[in-house]
């Protein structure tokens, strides 16, 4: 079984790699319900669940609450106990702590469950309601047992430090940061956001670590995926030539050690003591990120990639 790590300095403990759900049910970014549907994620969660993975991130924008829906439907049938962290967002409309107690109602209920493990702030923006009332108002859901853990994602090296005050003065740890954290995107790391998590003991969640499919080498330029990245130009031929060199050494140290090139960058992500949460859409999908699991890459493999991927420390 895989091992578990604590999330920051809290007690909650999730396995060293997630599974992100954004796709699942999502219509506007991703395909649901063209090339798949409820019962490939349904067997994609099942596949991580036997795997031994424990944690799942979602956010009530996501799909507009379905996947929150289906994660809650899947956990509710499963036999085993799921650590299920979700997002708030700072809609410009949501002005009082009471907005804060009001959507984290509506996500426990799609949910289903009485409490979560970890309640991340979707973004740090700030429109009419401060951070710290923000920061208040989920210490009070701490105080009282709804969400186990506090989490942020997308915010800077300082918006971090000043949000790990802001919950300080109220003796509650910030747990985690989530941010996008790849070998196609270094930026965490030339901006002080990692150095910043590591010194505070605020666990890096790592968004899009496969960089939305292009780490598995499977987007040649030709074959493109469908939805909105296509339109991307990092999946368009001459993007896919500029990052050859990291798919050429992932695609190598993936002959070497039998794994897939996706289960390199993710042992690479975990190597720089990050939780991956990469999406999956299917058990193939699950099945193989999950391999990324219960094996090491070598130091000097690890620092070939560091090296070859270090164009993307800026972007
Ligand atoms: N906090 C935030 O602002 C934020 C932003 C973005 C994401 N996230 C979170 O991070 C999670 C992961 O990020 P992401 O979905 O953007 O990108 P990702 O994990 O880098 O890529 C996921 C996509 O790659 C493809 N894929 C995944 N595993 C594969 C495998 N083993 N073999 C072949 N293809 C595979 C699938 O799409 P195809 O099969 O269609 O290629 C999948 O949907 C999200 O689900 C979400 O929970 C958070």
């Known amino acids: ?72 439907e899947f956990a509710q049938q499963s036999n085993v106990t799921v650590a299920c962290a979700t997002k708030y967002f700072p809609f410009p409309w949501r002005v009082t702590r009471q907005s804060v107690a009001k959507a984290l109602t509506e996500s426990l209920e799609r949910l289903q469950v009485s409490s979560i493990p970890l309640y991340q ?80 003991g605020v666990t890096v969640i790592a968004y899009s670590p496969l960089a939305q499919g292009l780490l598995t080498g499977k987007y040649t330029g030709e074959q493109r995926p469908t939805g909105i990245r296509r339109l991307d130009a990092r999946f368009k031929p001459s993007g896919v030539s500029q990052i050859s060199p990291v798919i050429h050494s992932l695609q190598h140290l993936a002959e070497k050690y039998q794994k897939t090139p996706a289960q390199i960058a993710l042992n690479w992500l975990m190597m720089q003591g990050v939780i991956p949460i990469p999406g999956a859409k299917n058990a193939h999908q699950a099945q193989q990120n999950a391999g990324a699991l219960g094996w090491q890459l070598q130091p000097e493999d690890t620092q070939e990639l560091t090296r070859v991927s270090e164009p993307w420390l800026e972007s």
């Open 1 to 72: 079984m895989p091992t578990t790590v604590s999330l920051g300095n809290t007690a909650v403990q999730v396995t060293s790699l997630g599974v992100g759900t954004w796709s699942w049910g999502d219509r506007l970014f991703w395909d649901y319900g063209k090339g798949y549907h409820q019962t490939q994620l349904r067997e994609a969660f099942q596949a991580s669940v036997e795997a031994g993975i424990n944690f799942f991130d979602t956010a009530e924008v996501y799909g507009r609450g379905e996947s929150e829906r289906l994660l809650g």
């Open 121 to 200: 702030v979707h973004v740090p923006f700030s429109f009419f309601m401060k951070q710290e009332t923000l920061m208040a108002a989920l210490a009070e859901e701490v105080q009282q047992g709804r969400i186990q853990a506090v989490g942020v994602s997308n915010y800077s090296a300082s918006q971090m430090q000043k949000a790990y005050e802001q919950l300080q003065k109220r003796g509650i740890p910030l747990a985690s940061n989530q941010v996008r954290y790849s070998l196609l995107n270094r930026k965490i790391e030339s901006k002080g956001v990692l150095q910043t998590a590591q010194q505070l």
